[in-house]
């Protein structure tokens, strides 16, 4: 299926690092620990411990931790892990959670180097990319745009194909902030209005990317 215009990238984050994140920019996990800044942890530790010790093959290189990363499609399974309640450092659910979005266009416009990944970047047969000549095969668009994927485990990785920016995404480059319902949406306007930055995304409700 042909790759679709714009490619969109789907980063989730609890609403409460809004303000550290429009300050400093999304960091890669390395980053965003060695400062401080992840201060409720929604992630799987065990996944996210093996990303330190992942060599990206392609790109700036380096670990697959160095890299701030999104998804090609919402309703990861991820976020289905964290509904289901199966990440065991962290219990909050969907509450709270709140999507941060952008597109390769506006991170390739910005001269962000980043790699691109047909599964989760962890996994010993994941294959990276930094051509984006190559998406067209790599990542399985079928798989991005359906509401449900099948239960099989081939599926489920490639469903967490990875856009991968190496460091830290700029503050400029979140073009939207989805969130579940009307209060967390709230809760991100207050927090946004608090922000002196001379950019401010569009936010809004998008129930349908949540379980």
């Known amino acids: ?11 989730i984050t609890r609403l409460e690092h809004l303000p550290s994140i429009a300050q400093h920019g999304l960091c ?26 992942r060599t990206v093959p392609a790109g700036p290189g380096g670990m697959v931790a160095d890299y701030a ?6 309703r990861s399974p991820m976020l289905f892990a964290i509904h289901r309640g199966n990440v065991s450092t962290y219990a909050e659910g969907q509450v ?17 180097p980043w790699v691109a990944t ?4 962890v996994l010993r ?49 979140i073009e939207f902030i989805g969130t579940r319902t009307e209060a967390d949406l709230s809760r991100v306007r ?5 922000l002196e930055v001379s950019h401010v995304p569009r936010s809004d409700v998008r129930g349908r990317w949540y379980f």
């Open 118 to 121: 047909d599964r989760n970047a």
């Open 69 to 74: 990363p999104f998804y090609f499609a919402e």
């Open 190 to 194: 207050q927090a946004l209005a608090t």
């Open 1 to 11: 299926m042909a790759v679709p215009v714009p490619i969109r990238l789907f980063h």
């Open 125 to 173: 047969l994941a294959k990276f990319t930094d051509d984006q000549n190559d998406l067209a095969d790599l990542i399985d668009w079928d798989i991005m745009r359906v509401r449900y994927w099948s239960d099989s485990q081939d599926d489920k990785e490639r469903r967490q194909a990875e856009l991968l920016v190496h460091r830290r995404v700029p503050w400029e480059a």
């Open 96 to 112: 709270g959670v709140v999507y941060l979005c952008s597109t390769l266009e506006r991170v390739r416009a910005l001269g962000l």
């Open 28 to 53: 890669c996990d390395a980053d965003a620990h060695a400062e401080g800044r992840l201060t409720v942890e929604i992630g799987n530790t065990e996944i996210k411990d093996r990303r330190k010790h």
